[in-house]
């Protein structure tokens, strides 16, 4: 899926960040809603059917060829392994597998890398038939010359942990704001639903940069797994 649209918001909104702090109340609000999942706030834009992994672990590497300088090879794998070891908590276990290893450990995983092409020109882009998770250089080379400042690490482990929330089964996008599966819109005139809609505007970004409690319930539900106790998401 694209996340060019969507990040638009930050590359507009970053610059005002300095000017608008984040009220309590709205860091309140959004914490809320990242670590609790109430009845009836699972909803999707009904963009595509969610399914079940089919498998019990799922294997990413990184390649870092072709990767903007300012983001190492290690901070781009310490964020894939942060997403994958976030969304386990749905009950699919998850393995890091290190570039150098052998053929044998690669066979099955799913390949993290660099590429406008394979990203269609977005921030990322999810290819379950190719088993590759591509994220855009160009993308995130405006946004860091629009936004110099803006610390872009942040907008990294965002990509990574929404297009990877697609190979756990999540097909369809969040209609909840705060999810990290989440559109802000649909095009069409319809916006994503928040408990207090006005908290959003005090915020440089809503949206978690890591899997949400009603992210880990829906694909809980979909791998056929039991659902969070009260709906409440415990990190550890």
């Given amino acids: ?8 918001y930050i590359i507009i909104g970053c610059v005002l960040a300095a000017k608008v702090p984040a009220a309590d109340a709205a860091e309140s609000v959004r914490a809320q809603e990242i670590n609790q999942c109430l009845s009836g ?3 999707t834009w009904g963009d595509g059917r969610d399914r079940p992994t089919g498998t019990a672990l799922l294997k990413f590497t990184y390649n870092p060829a072709g990767a903007p300088n300012w983001f190492s090879e ?4 310490e964020k894939v392994a942060k997403a994958a070891a976030e969304w386990s908590l749905c009950g699919v276990r998850t393995l890091i597998v290190d ?6 450990q690669h066979k099955g995983a799913i390949l993290v890398q660099w590429s406008d092409t394979e990203s269609g020109g977005n921030f990322g882009l999810a290819h ?11 993308a995130f080379g405006l946004l860091k010359t629009r936004n110099p400042s ?4 942040e907008t990294l482990q965002m990509v990574i942990s929404h297009e990877m929330g697609h190979f756990f089964g999540l097909m369809a996008h969040s209609k909840r704001c705060v999810d990290v599966l989440s559109y802000y819109d649909n095009g069409k005139g319809d916006s994503c639903y928040s408990r207090d809609p006005s908290q959003m505007r005090k915020v440089v970004e809503y949206r978690s940069i890591l899997p949400t409690a009603c992210d880990i319930e829906r694909c809980r539900v979909i791998n056929q797994q039991p659902p969070l106790a009260e709906g409440t998401l415990k990190r550890k």
């Avoid at 899926?1 to 990040?7: G, N, P, Q, V």
């Avoid at 570039?99 to 044998?104: A, C, G, L, Q, W």
């Avoid at 803006?150 to 690490?153: K, N």
């Fill in 150 to 153: 803006y610390d872009s690490r």
């Fill in 128 to 138: 379950l038939g190719k088993r590759t998770l591509s994220l855009g250089p160009k």
């Fill in 74 to 77: 290690a901070l781009v794998a």
């Fill in 1 to 8: 899926m694209s996340l060019t649209k969507l990040f638009m």
């Fill in 41 to 43: 706030e699972i909803m």
């Fill in 99 to 104: 570039r150098n290893s052998s053929r044998e």
